[in-house]
């Protein structure tokens, strides 16, 4: 009976390990899920509109720059050099704001794509799950 006592609990062990094997992979899945597509969609745009603000404050920069400098001159040149860097920052401030309307035009539009493209993924495994 001491016998059966001390194999019985080895032999349970033993049963258990010799089922069939898990599959074991360290490589990511290839699918990604509606939810993810769209995570992934958002993050591009808001990528792509952030872009576009960095760009029209580093131009606005610059023109403030320029108007410092001007404003630094000597008194006698001072008058005529600020007013035609005034022209340029104001030049520089219109093209800024033209080129961040023109972007923020294209991120919108590039927005409406993928957004458009993540409804069709989400209709696809809408239709292919039912």
């Known amino acids: 009976m001491s016998f059966l006592t001390r194999t019985t609990p080895m032999l349970r062990v033993a049963a258990r390990a010799s089922c069939a094997p898990r599959a074991f992979s360290t490589s990511l899945a290839l699918k990604k899920s509606p939810v993810e597509a769209v995570k992934d969609t958002a993050k591009t745009v808001d990528r792509k509109i952030s872009d576009t603000l960095v760009d029209g404050i580093e131009i606005g920069q ?39 309307q ?29």
Do not use: I
């Open 62 to 100: 610059t023109a403030a720059e320029k108007a410092k400098a001007a404003a630094g001159l000597a008194s006698d040149k001072a008058s005529g050099k600020t007013a035609e860097m005034a022209g340029e920052a104001k030049g520089m401030a219109g093209q800024a704001q033209g080129k961040a």
């Open 102 to 130: 023109g972007m923020a035009g294209q991120a919108k539009g590039k927005a409406a794509e993928l957004k458009g493209e993540a409804m069709g993924k989400a209709e696809e495994t809408k239709k292919g799950g039912m």
